[in-house]
């Protein structure tokens, strides 16, 4: 294989049972404490493959926090990387796909800033469709990230104490398309025992861009060789929300000698809440 693929194929995550399979016979799995709401979750491609471990801690956390969860069947892919291809028309065919799956729902999550940046902007795809881009901007409106729906709703605050030194990488689409820059951050600092170092020009592209680094994979070499240097070298831990930038992220840990671990922002709220069980759990014993 070519040179950048062979760099990416090291990092590749193990491929388990995605969580559409997994609960494909649960209609509505149901929240751990009394509920406050039910959400509909858009599982993903990408995440639900290569991050189904991602996909379980966010089911984890929002049954953990009061929500009711659901994973409507005939969701699918988003679109994005049809659309940012050229390729509008399957997008819209997807986009439409996705509006009738969660037409029941009053709030769809995402945990792929990818993903929620595209649903967002499926009314753009039916500028010149009355119809469709009506139910398009009804539906955009329902779409949130994961930390910016915690953030707005409210979530417990864990207990469990991580005791690690961890950086936050802002992902394009999080920072740029959703504008969802402080919610994460706030998730963080609120896990005991975790300590936030600054990462200079946070919000700039790692290089990978949807296929861009396959497509590309000279400029995104160098756009990923800039980004590490920023990432401070005293960090166990690079958070982010992103499976893309995930993927990016790792093959630059690998290559340039360094020995972080590459997070999801909701794995590190989902251990800590895991560490506080087991903490009790030890304490009734």
Known sequence: MPDHLVEMEKVMPTVATGMRKKYKDTPVIKAKTETKQEVAFLTGCIMDVMFSDINEATIQVLTR???DVSLPKEQTCCGALHVHSGDRE???KLAKQNIEAFKDADTVISNAAGCGCMLQEYPELFQDDPEWHDRA????KKVK???KYL?????EKPKGE????????DACHLAHGQGVRDEPRDLLLHIPGVKMVHMPNADRCCGSA???NITNPEMAEAVLESKMENVPEEVEMISMGNPGCMLQMAI???KYGRNQKIVHTIQLLQWAYELEEKEEGEQNE
């Open 65 to 67: 926090n009061g929500n």
């Open 90 to 92: 399957t997008g819209r």
């Open 137 to 140: 901007v009804a539906f955009s």
């Open 145 to 147: 990230d994961i930390s």
């Open 151 to 155: 953030y707005d709703t409210g979530y």
């Open 162 to 169: 991580l005791n690690t030194t961890i950086t936050y990488h």
């Open 210 to 212: 949807g296929i861009y």
């Open 252 to 254: 630059g840990v690998n």
